[in-house]
């Protein structure tokens, strides 16, 4: 197994992955409040996620990738007061609550099919766990880290601090917490501001709301990731994901309840993705600077120049380390789609060159090993396109006649850009009328070039086989001195 290591924001150190058990991998990360259309800010976690999801399974572990909808208790702030999100847009629109749900959950997929992010293991909804999310507030309260009040339980932080640390993972210190939150003392029911609610008892208007032993209410907004993710992953698991923004409260509030429900911490491994400026601005609806994904894509927002395709936007974001903060504007974006244009030129180049005596000029074993060095070194993307820039010289050289390449070197190269490419970034060659073309071309050249690898082994069943099968579904396999041609009768 190729090694690999992360930086694990728990221990704030780049550690070796070792995952619990030998070649299986639990992922979980937290995913979108489904009450309105994903934006700009919601691509850089999926993307990451989806690139890390992507590495882990080319290196053959078994991924269970758990990713979650929220879609119930995400309140308008992180004081546990207004309204719930999803029930304010439901009262709106004069949709039921689950209408809203269903209605951006399709939205959300479809945004990530156009990014080309591949679907969870396993896509749970809060709503659709609320015995476990109960069974875990009791639990807490049996071990005495929370407190009722009014037919609502708040997780009490100044108890569970005594023992443990609450702040662990943000760095942040109770006592600055006391300081930033005096003001709002009394003004609440909770016996100090910084609690958070595990279960709220519901007012009159509220429309999603459970029985329990407390109140007929809702569970708290932390509760269900430290739930799902146990569930469908074990009490102790791999890897959590998030963005920068849900370290504190969320994520600290996830910690802070498993080691009061299970006495220990379920997280090996936690992992956080920076976050996106516009224009070096913090996004925000007030700001007017506040993109859909669906705006990106069609252009129709004041902030862009014109429609952008979701490919530019991927190779945009995968360009920067995904620690890094990144800062998205027309002219970056337009940077990407020439890169990207680069890219898939190059790729198209190189299914059309032919084969000489010898390489020269480019070590494409020597080019692997970086490339996957950088992949491995805290999943280094733009250190690895920067790589994949240099092999596209290196096959524009070819074609410009100032380079060569042998027939073995052709083989890996097509191969090994195709790895990287379209299955460890994810990107895919779109246009209007030949995507499915293109893919096919891709599948047959990658069926040839096994078909080839078999020969060599003296696998010669093998190499019948894909020959056999080809010809079976209608293919017309031409071998030229350039390599082959492919056809359909
Ligand atoms: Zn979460």
């Known amino acids: 197994m190729e090694k690999l290591f992360i930086y694990n924001t728990s221990s704030r150190k780049k550690e070796e992955f070792r995952p619990i058990v030998e070649d299986h991998v639990g992922l ?15 691509a850089r976690p999926a993307i990451t996620f989806d690139l890390l999801f992507r590495f882990l399974t080319y290196i ?67 709503s659709g766990h609320i015995i476990e999310q109960q069974a875990m507030v009791s639990k807490i309260l049996e071990n005495g880290y929370a407190y009722q009040v009014n037919g609502s339980v708040y997780f009490d932080v100044e108890k569970y601090n005594q023992k443990h640390n609450y702040g662990k993972l943000s760095g942040r210190i109770l006592e600055d917490l006391y300081n930033n939150t005096r003001g709002l003392d009394g003004q609440s029911e909770k016996k100090n501001a910084f609690d958070f609610a595990l279960w709220k008892k519901a007012s009159p208007q509220h429309i999603m709301r459970w029985p329990s032993e407390w109140s007929d209410g809702f569970p708290g907004w932390h509760l269900e990731c430290s739930v799902m993710s146990t569930k469908y992953l074990g009490e102790i698991f791999d890897i959590h994901g998030g963005g920068l923004d849900l370290m504190f409260p969320h994520h600290e509030c996830e910690i802070a309840q498993s080691v009061a429900a299970n006495g220990k911490e379920s997280v090996n491994y936690w992992m956080h993705n ?103 070194d805290d999943l280094n993307t733009p250190i690895l396109i920067a790589h994949i820039f240099d092999a596209v010289k290196f096959i524009n050289s070819i074609a410009g006649g100032s380079a060569t390449i042998s027939y073995e070197d052709l083989i890996l190269l097509r ?36 078909r080839h690898e078999a020969k060599e082994n003296k696998d010669w069943a093998l190499a019948d086989k894909i020959r056999d099968e080809l010809q079976n579904k209608g293919f017309v396999i031409k071998y030229t001195k350039d390599g082959f041609e492919w056809s359909l009768k």
């Open 60 to 126: 053959g572990y078994k991924v269970r990738y758990v990713r979650n909808i929220t879609d119930v208790g995400h309140l308008e702030n992180d004081a546990d007061e207004g309204e719930d999100k999803i029930a304010k847009k439901a009262r709106i629109e004069e949709l039921e609550p689950m209408e809203v749900v269903q209605y951006y959950t399709n939205r959300y997929r479809k945004n990530m099919r156009q990014l080309n992010v591949l679907p969870p293991s396993i896509e749970p909804h809060a």
């Open 28 to 42: 979980y990360v937290c995913g979108p409040t489904v009450y309105g259309d994903a934006h700009v800010g919601h």
């Open 415 to 450: 191969k090994l850009m195709n790895d990287l490419v379209f299955t460890i970034l994810g990107l895919e060659i779109v246009t209007e009328n030949n995507k499915s073309d293109d893919k096919l071309d891709d599948v047959v050249h990658l069926l040839l070039s096994l």
């Open 274 to 376: 920076n976050l996106i400026t516009i224009d070096g601005q913090k996004m925000g609806k007030s700001l007017g600077n506040f993109i859909t994904l669906d705006e990106l894509h069609s252009g129709a927002h004041q902030a862009l120049e014109k429609a952008y395709n979701p490919m530019a936007v991927r190779l945009f974001i995968l360009q920067a380390h995904y620690r890094n903060p990144l800062d998205f504007s027309n002219e970056a974006l337009q940077a990407a789609e020439k890169g990207l244009e680069r890219l898939f030129n190059a790729i198209k180049t190189l299914h059309k060159i032919t084969e000489s005596e010898s390489t020269t000029g480019f070590e494409i074993k020597e080019w692997r090993t970086k490339c996957f060095n950088a992949m491995s």
